[in-house]
């Protein structure tokens, strides 16, 4: 399943190592997870979320404001593999685990295989696994841009929130492998939004230059939530991009708010492989 991030040949697990016929090897860490991030990926700038944006996810997702996407994702991913027997499938920028977890509990004939470019968050994935005991997940340290698997090794790779590869997708999918990518739809959180901005503006379709795939449906799949907690609202917007956009005053008139309704909007698009890649 692996292969070496430095000579790009089959790795082989030899008690708590990951080895390559080149003499390159991994150590699986304490927690469970591999680190396979090349030297160019070690790029403290490229280090992907840090522990306290990790931990903001984490708390904010562990109050179940997302748990519908993952319920909604899950049952896309399940009808789009009927036809597949112990499907692999990549969870790519996974974050914290929240959803690679729900989605292995919903898929136990499935293997997947989450993989991030922060550590911190590759090591919160492994205490989700322990603790929902789920054993139909891995988790390894690697970049969207050199995934450490063999070519055609998966049936399917989902990315929520995360950033995209044409390449590397095409290259790691089986022939007619799916895609599923999650996105936030134009009025996901707008609500916040209005909040933060004199003019808030709908979110713009992302466009990832997916030109290995064609793009067979999207989803739009959106209900209301009420916040009722500071804590979670300040999680909330330490994970949005505004985070970064915001005046200090807008930020300010945020602390004093402890109840929001919002619209969690979610674009779920789905391509296929083309074939010849
Ligand atoms: C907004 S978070 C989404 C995480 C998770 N999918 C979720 O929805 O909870 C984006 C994630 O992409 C990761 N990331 C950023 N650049 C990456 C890259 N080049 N390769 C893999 N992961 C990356 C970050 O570390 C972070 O965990
Ligand atoms: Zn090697």
């Known amino acids: 399943m692996y292969v070496c991030p430095i000579c790009k040949k089959r790795l082989k697990k030899l008690d708590n ?30 280090a992907g ?26 049952e896309i991913i399940s ?10 499938i990549i969870d790519s920028g996974c974050g914290e685990g929240f ?44 970049s969207s ?13 989902v990315c929520t929130f995360a950033p995209v590869s044409n390449d590397e997708y095409a290259r790691t999918l089986k022939s007619g492998g799916k895609l599923v990518v999650v996105s936030p739809s134009p009025r996901h959180l707008f609500e916040l939004k209005a909040l933060l901005y004199e003019k808030p503006y709908e979110n713009k379709p992302n466009v990832y230059g997916l030109n290995k795939f064609t793009e067979d449906r999207e989803i739009i799949f959106e209900y209301p939530i009420t916040i009722e907690s500071r804590e979670d609202i300040l999680n909330l917007y ?37 074939r010849g890649f």
């Open 17 to 46: 190592v990951w080895h390559c016929q080149n003499g390159h090897s991994f150590d699986i860490a304490r927690k469970g997870y591999v680190n396979l991030l090349t030297t160019a990926g070690r790029n403290p700038k490229n």
């Open 145 to 157: 841009f050199e995934l450490p698997f063999m070519d055609g090794f998966a049936d399917l790779i």
């Open 49 to 74: 979320d840090n522990k306290e944006m990790v931990k903001a996810r984490t708390d904010f997702l562990d109050k179940g404001y997302y748990l519908p996407l993952a319920g909604k994702t899950g």
């Open 79 to 88: 009808e789009l593999l009927t036809s597949c027997k112990d499907p692999h």
């Open 238 to 274: 330490s994970m949005t991009p505004y985070c970064y956009k915001t005046s200090a005053e807008a930020a300010k008139r945020l602390e004093s708010i402890d109840r929001l309704e919002l619209t969690c909007g979610f674009s779920i698009r789905i391509f296929t492989k083309k």
């Open 99 to 142: 959803y690679t977890v729900n989605y292995a509990k919903a898929l136990p004939d499935a293997q997947f295989f989450g993989i991030d470019i922060s550590k911190n968050a590759v090591a919160h994935c492994m205490t989700r696994v322990h603790t929902a005991n789920v054993t139909n997940c891995s988790f390894a340290v690697a």
